[in-house]
């Protein structure tokens, strides 16, 4: 491990954000293919929304819960660190293991992330770079390959706005939908009238109060 160059706090963070931003793409394709054209009627758009989220809430994180541990025991990052050129190793140079990389990834990383994170910033005060991540699973983000910084700030823009393209498609479509727009609007209003108890023509009894009986005297 002599002659490698461990990565910086600012790279790693780097490689994170681009790594949450790919992560995002999927949904935002399928947002925009749900929007654009599952729309043409109300109840299958409502139907293909549900499946949507579905899909976001469950299935998504299980496929890259698995993915990851994977992607770092062959290749030795996520995708972030690959495009930032950083590979995740053990101490001793090779690659992780998927046992390995699990721990690292899902238990180590609970523990950095205690006490508002501060075994990320850990990564500041030791020589080789390491969070408590890397010390509890005996690993090193180095550089794989230099000069990776300027590709890295390309790959985060072009990312970026493709996200922000497929947003913008997704709200234009569904706001171009006059027809899709306005039975929405009339399903949430009848779903607001049906939760919300009816008053305005309640006819309220008058109370029968009937006086107190008079307590006993006592001479």
Not at 151 to 162: I, Y
């Amino acid at each position: 491990m002599d002659n490698k160059v461990f990565a910086s706090f600012w790279l790693r963070a780097l490689a994170h954000v681009l790594n949450a931003l790919v992560l995002s793409i999927d949904a935002f394709v399928l947002m925009y293919l749900v929007v654009s054209f599952l729309s043409y009627d109300v109840f299958v758009f409502i139907n293909s929304l549900l499946w949507f989220l579905l899909f976001a809430i469950f299935v998504r994180p299980f496929i890259w819960f698995l993915l990851w541990p994977v992607l770092i025991s062959e290749y030795g990052g996520d995708v972030g660190k690959l495009i930032c050129g950083l590979k995740i190793v053990h101490e001793d140079g090779s690659n992780l293991t998927f046992k390995r990389a699990m721990f690292r990834e899902y238990i180590a990383k609970m523990a950095a992330g205690a006490l508002f994170g501060i075994g990320y910033y850990w990564i500041f005060k030791t020589e080789k770079k390491q969070g408590w991540h890397d010390m509890l699973s005996d690993t090193y983000v180095v550089k794989e390959k230099s000069g990776r910084l300027f590709v890295s700030l390309v790959a985060l823009v072009v990312v970026l706005v493709l996200n922000a393209g497929l947003a913008v498609l997704s709200v234009r479509s569904y706001l171009g939908n006059e027809s899709l727009k306005r039975d929405v609007t009339s399903i949430l209003e009848e779903i607001g009238k049906s939760s919300s108890p009816d008053t305005s023509n309640k006819v309220y009894e008058p109370l029968d109060l009937k006086p107190l009986p008079t307590p006993p005297t006592f001479y």
